[in-house]
């Protein structure tokens, strides 16, 4: 898309040449993110990408698959692929565990951007992915993520084991905070969103009781393969109860918008563990059903076959005498409350914007919604969100709530934006 956007645009060679040397600086990893970075390095651009993550890809490169015999289409293949991608590029670079601070005008062109880095203790550009720090660390600080190399996260206790056997010496615990700046021509904003937490409202009963769990720890399971918790108390799980639009669609407990995609992935992950445990008994508390892709209707219908829909917006979960959670809720066929024990019980939590989206508007003269979203600034929108003028442009769930394949359309949307930002200058 973007290549025929640049084909309409016509530009000579020597205007071709002349992109080529401009630098895109994209502030966020996550699979908008890496769409644009990857867009605008296959048009020969270089592109320099920010992210406070010491990996790339996002929330989402943390979700697994809901395959079963078919793809069900959840888009976190796309993600996978995007850090593949971004990883073979040769005009891409990267500074990871890295904030912007601040943005300058230069007196001719662009930006130049403050970047304060607190470097992971393995330098990603070195390590060759073999594992042995991992295998030698006491305290399973050493985590990858799919198709990633090796980061340490916070639970190191610096006991050095992991540097001893590293072959290549990557690993260095002193690492000081830095400073640097980036000059960059356009600068793309795709900082994402934050999931909401529902250990905020007691009336969840997350975090006291381990049998509560939200679909962002159910995805985080799917993705190493174990489709329930390893817990040995947790084994057995003969029923198990999702609820919907957890923080979502309800100004008093979360967020007043749609999170669009909690319904998708709860009904597609539900399928999946029913297929794999069909005697599961899976019941699913839902509002209505919100859905935006295609072939939705069939796979509903197919899943009402095996799945109790009940529609209730739960008023608590309490816990049983055996510990198990209790989900009180009105029944909406004759309005009376009832109760109903679960081995598990899976929050469906939702989108919220990110903590940053103040922090982030102030640096780079962006507007902040009523929602807490980011937008482009009044005075430089375009439909798409961008700016046109300034060459500040913003994608992806940072925007408005929106699923992996929506933020690929946006982030092709922010490609196309920038080439003819660019475009324009040469
Ligand atoms: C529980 C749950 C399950 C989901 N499952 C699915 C699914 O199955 N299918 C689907 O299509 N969608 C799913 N989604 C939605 C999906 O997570 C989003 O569509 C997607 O992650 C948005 O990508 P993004 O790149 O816009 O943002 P993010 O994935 O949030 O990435 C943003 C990146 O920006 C970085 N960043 C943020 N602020 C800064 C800063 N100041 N400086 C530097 N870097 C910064 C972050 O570290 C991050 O790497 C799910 C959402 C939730 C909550
Ligand atoms: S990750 Fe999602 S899109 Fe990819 S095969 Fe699995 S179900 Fe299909
Ligand atoms: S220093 Fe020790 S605790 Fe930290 S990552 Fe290395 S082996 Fe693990
Ligand atoms: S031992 Fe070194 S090269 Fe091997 S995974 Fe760890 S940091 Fe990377």
């Given at each position: 898309?973007?290549?025929?956007?640049?084909?309409?645009?016509?530009?000579?060679?020597?205007?071709?040449?002349?992109?080529?040397?401009?630098?895109?600086?994209?502030?966020?990893?996550?699979?908008?993110?890496?769409?644009?970075?990857?867009?605008?390095?296959?048009?020969?651009?270089?592109?320099?990408?920010?992210d406070?993550?010491?990996?790339?890809?996002?929330?989402?490169?943390?979700?697994?698959?809901?395959?079963?015999?078919?793809?069900?289409?959840?888009?976190?293949?796309?993600?996978?692929?995007?850090?593949?991608?971004?990883?073979?590029?040769?005009?891409?670079?990267?500074?990871?565990?890295?904030?912007?601070?601040?943005?300058?005008?230069?007196?001719?062109?662009?930006?130049?951007i403050?970047?304060?880095?607190?470097?992971?203790?393995?330098?990603?550009?070195?390590?060759?992915?073999?594992?042995?720090?991992?295998?030698?660390?006491?305290?399973?600080?050493?985590k990858?993520?799919?198709?990633?190399?090796?980061?340490?996260?916070?639970?190191?206790?610096?006991?050095?084991?992991?540097?001893?056997?590293?072959?290549?010496?990557?690993?260095?615990?002193?690492?000081?905070?830095?400073?640097?700046?980036?000059p960059?021509?356009?600068?793309?904003?795709?900082?994402?969103?934050?999931?909401?937490?529902p250990?905020?409202?007691?009336?969840?009963?997350?975090?006291?009781?381990?049998?509560?769990?939200?679909?962002?720890?159910?995805?985080?399971?799917?993705?190493?393969?174990?489709?329930?918790?390893?817990?040995?108390?947790?084994?057995?799980?003969?029923?198990?109860?999702?609820?919907?639009?957890?923080?979502?669609?309800?100004?008093?407990?979360?967020?007043?918008?749609?999170?669009?995609?909690?319904?998708?992935?709860?009904?597609r992950?539900?399928?999946?563990?029913k297929?794999?445990?069909?005697?599961?008994?899976?019941?699913?508390?839902?509002?209505?059903?919100?859905?935006?892709?295609?072939?939705?209707?069939?796979?509903?219908?197919?899943?009402?076959?095996?799945?109790?829909?009940?529609?209730?917006?739960p008023?608590?979960?309490?816990?049983?005498?055996?510990?198990?959670?209790?989900?009180?809720?009105?029944?909406?066929?004759?309005?009376?409350?009832?109760?109903?024990?679960?081995?598990?019980?899976?929050?469906?939590?939702?989108?919220?914007?990110?903590?940053?989206?103040?922090?982030?508007?102030?640096?780079?003269?962006?507007?902040?919604?009523?929602?807490?979203?980011?937008?482009?600034?009044?005075?430089?929108?375009?439909?798409?969100?961008?700016?046109?003028?300034?060459?500040?442009?913003?994608?992806?769930?940072?925007?408005?709530?929106?699923?992996i394949?929506?933020?690929?359309?946006?982030?092709?949307?922010?490609?196309?934006?920038?080439?003819?930002?660019?475009?324009?200058?040469?």
């Amino acid at each position: 898309m973007v290549k025929s956007l640049l084909q309409k645009q016509c530009l000579s060679h020597e205007r071709q040449k002349a992109l080529e040397s401009k630098t895109v600086c994209v502030v966020g990893a996550g699979i908008s993110g890496l769409t644009v970075a990857n867009s605008l390095a296959n048009e020969g651009i270089r592109v320099f990408v920010i992210d406070k993550n010491p990996f790339p890809g996002g929330r989402s490169v943390q979700y697994g698959c809901k395959a079963t015999d078919s793809c069900l289409q959840c888009g976190v293949c796309l993600v996978r692929d995007a850090v593949a991608n971004f990883k073979k590029s040769s005009l891409i670079d990267a500074s990871f565990s890295s904030t912007p601070r601040a943005l300058h005008r230069r007196e001719n062109d662009g930006y130049d951007i403050e970047v304060e880095t607190i470097p992971n203790p393995i330098d990603w550009r070195s390590c060759t992915e073999c594992g042995e720090c991992r295998e030698v660390c006491p305290k399973n600080a050493v985590k990858s993520i799919p198709g990633w190399k090796y980061y340490i996260s916070e639970h190191c206790d610096r006991c050095g084991k992991c540097l001893v056997v590293c072959p290549v010496g990557a690993i260095n615990l002193e690492r000081k905070r830095q400073y640097e700046t980036f000059p960059a021509l356009s600068v793309v904003i795709s900082s994402g969103f934050k999931p909401f937490d529902p250990a905020v409202n007691l009336k969840w009963g997350y975090g006291a009781n381990p049998r509560v769990i939200t679909g962002s720890d159910l995805e985080s399971l799917f993705c190493r393969e174990k489709f329930l918790p390893s817990d040995p108390e947790l084994k057995d799980l003969k029923k198990i109860a999702f609820i919907l639009c957890v923080g979502s669609r309800n100004i008093v407990e979360g967020e007043r918008h749609c999170s669009r995609v909690c319904c998708a992935y709860s009904l597609r992950m539900a399928n999946r563990i029913k297929e794999e445990y069909p005697d599961t008994e899976i019941d699913i508390y839902y509002m209505d059903i919100q859905y935006f892709g295609k072939s939705f209707s069939s796979f509903w219908a197919e899943l009402k076959r095996k799945i109790n829909f009940i529609r209730s917006h739960p008023i608590s979960i309490s816990i049983d005498e055996q510990e198990r959670p209790l989900v009180r809720y009105e029944s909406m066929s004759d309005l009376r409350c009832r109760e109903e024990a679960y081995d598990l019980v899976v929050l469906a939590n939702g989108i919220c914007p990110p903590d940053n989206g103040e922090e982030l508007a102030e640096i780079f003269g962006l507007d902040l919604e009523a929602g807490g979203f980011l937008s482009a600034a009044t005075n430089a929108a375009s439909n798409n969100g961008s700016g046109r003028d300034s060459g500040i442009f913003l994608t992806g769930a940072c925007r408005r709530p929106m699923g992996i394949a929506e933020c690929v359309e946006s982030a092709y949307g922010a490609a196309a934006g920038v080439l003819r930002y660019l475009g324009d200058k040469v």
